[in-house]
């Protein structure tokens, strides 16, 4: 994955955590209404349940991505001060 696919990658990560924090923030609201209304908090509970999961996951998808980026990083750092190293498919010395 280059490097336009990675940022757009994280782009799309940071605006579904932000569109999940939206939705968590409207349910949590739905689920006060709810037991204002003396209505069962089953549906709404496990709604938000939900929501909060999949929070989670873009979370860690997120923290992947970053650490994805910064292995590249070291990776990169780590070629560009070793020039001298064979180049993939290169020939090994005496041979």
Avoid: C
Avoid at 5 to 33: G, M, P, S, W
Avoid at 62 to 77: F, L, P, S, T, W
């Amino acid at each position: 994955m280059d490097h336009a696919q990675e940022q757009e990658r994280l782009f799309e990560t940071e605006r579904y955590i932000a569109e999940a924090k939206a939705l968590i923030a409207r349910q949590r609201a739905v689920l006060e209404r709810t037991a204002r209304w003396g209505h069962p908090l089953d549906a709404a509970h496990a709604t938000l349940d939900a929501l909060e999961s999949s929070l989670r996951m873009f979370e860690n998808n997120r923290q992947r991505i970053h650490m994805m980026r910064k292995a590249a990083r070291a990776i990169g750092e780590m070629k560009s001060k070793n020039p001298a190293a064979p180049a993939a498919g290169g020939r090994k010395p005496g041979r």
